[in-house]
């Protein structure tokens, strides 16, 4: 079955290939820069290059969408579509336009993750108190269409320049709590060799910066991108993490599987952030072949994001409900480290909350109450006098755990803030409550 499916990829990609370019070989197909420079930007070219035709009054909707939100998919990732049946095609869905894109409803926000005011400094986000998203290009291989920053999408297809990219490196000098540095775009890996080089050393010359993460696409989309000299720039980088994007099981092609063997085996940590789409992998048996598949080729799961509300995505979004019916169905049912965190990330900048179904059926004064994946209900007997024998709780004088080479103190922010014996916070209450505003007016009264 995989061998048959290997050959219809391979004759697709061949007929593609000679309709772009009659002369062309299977060496240009693999050449990253042959695909960007043949990346399928308009209906016609889509047309002759699948066999799909579209009827007047669907290629003018078609058209009006592609006038917002523009068209662009590599011919790699367009070879993966299923021409028969492609109105349900989970790779057709993700990289061509939709005129339900052009639906704007009242929930909708341009840049629903508040990145735009949570940006210090151009191309920097920062909104955890130690880590933060860098922005070092706008331009990616492919317009998927349920990028979270559609906002953006062909808008400025440029690299920002030494100058501009040196301003996001000062700030992030100038803030000693940054240890965790998240590289973005656009795409990261659309960065020459040597420009991105120049950016991550700049970074590592940070002392208080330990860690860097690149957030990409391009092993989906274009994986011939991970070129061997590619993976040796990166080898010098060490700690380097990279996060993927894969959201679908036919997404992990031999192509695919090859690129991300070249970033494991070059001791490169690999994790995955899935996003949660409707008709594309809305369904506990898709999702658990496509964690299946991502650990077997060494990615750990790390997030299935809830569909943000940017514009364009309503479509795409499904309940809450969903996402909590898919957990069920893998926590208890696969392995630990296959099962992704399921988060929602909060619109207005709150960030990324956590969502899973209830484990702890009631809670007493010492015991808990659970419940386990198969519906067992099993009790916790928690200790009767606890006493924390190698804490005394004064952490400023603390001597034992504490005592730790480069264990900084911190300032605490919401739930922490109250578990912590190092502030004197005691409530945390919302500024403007009803109940605060009468406080004020009696004052001002």
């Excluded at 991502?294 to 309940?319: A, M, W």
């Amino acid at each position: 079955m995989i061998g048959d499916r290997m050959t219809i990829y391979n004759k697709r990609q061949k007929a593609i290939a000679e309709k772009i370019d009659t002369e062309t070989s299977l060496s240009n197909w693999k050449d990253y820069k042959w695909q960007l420079r043949n990346v399928i930007k308009d209906i016609d070219t889509f047309e002759i290059l699948t066999g799909i035709k579209f009827g007047k009054k669907e290629r003018r909707q078609i058209e009006k969408t592609i006038a917002k939100f523009p068209l662009s998919i590599t011919p790699y990732y367009l070879s993966l579509i299923d021409t028969n049946e492609y109105q349900t095609d989970p790779i057709f869905k993700q990289s061509f336009p939709d005129p339900q894109e052009l639906i704007v409803t009242k929930y909708d926000i341009k840049d629903p993750l508040a990145e735009d005011k949570d940006s210090p400094v151009p191309g920097i986000t920062h909104r955890y108190p130690d880590r933060l998203l860098f922005l070092i290009s706008n331009i990616c291989s492919m317009y998927c269409r349920h990028c979270t920053r559609k906002r953006k999408v062909g808008d400025v297809d440029s690299i920002p320049s030494k100058s501009e990219i040196m301003k996001g490196i000062r700030y992030i000098k100038d803030t000693p709590a940054v240890r965790d540095v998240l590289l973005s775009g656009g795409d990261p890996f659309m960065l020459s060799d040597g420009y991105l080089d120049w950016i991550l050393t700049e970074l590592q010359k940070i002392p208080h910066v330990e860690v860097i993460r690149i957030g990409t696409r391009i092993p989906a989309v274009l994986p011939y991108r991970i070129t061997n000299d590619l993976v040796e720039m990166l080898k010098k980088h060490h700690p380097i993490w990279v996060n993927t994007q894969f959201n679908h099981p036919r997404e992990l092609t031999a192509s695919a599987k090859e690129s991300i063997k070249k970033l494991a085996d070059a001791g490169i940590p690999l994790g995955n952030q899935s996003v949660l789409l409707a008709g594309v992998n809305d369904c506990p048996r898709i999702m658990k072949t496509l964690l299946h598949t991502l650990v077997q080729n060494r990615i750990r799961p790390y997030y299935l994001y809830q569909c943000d509300l940017s514009e364009g995505l309503n479509h795409f979004r499904t309940p809450v409900g969903k996402g909590i019916e898919i957990m069920e169905h893998l926590i208890g049912h696969t392995s630990g480290f296959a099962v992704p965190r399921y988060v929602v990330d909060a619109p207005g900048g709150g960030g990324k909350i956590p969502v899973m179904p209830h484990y702890i059926v009631s809670w007493g004064t010492n015991k808990v109450v659970l419940r386990n994946y198969e519906g067992v209900i099993t009790s916790y007997k928690e200790p009767d006098s606890y006493q924390e024998y190698f804490c005394d709780r004064n952490c400023k004088e603390c001597d034992l755990q504490l005592n730790l080479e480069g264990a900084d103190e911190f300032n605490a922010v919401g739930i922490a803030k109250l578990l912590s014996d190092f502030d004197k916070t005691i409530t945390l209450t919302p500024k403007e409550t009803e109940r605060i505003v009468r406080r004020n007016d009696k004052k001002e009264g």
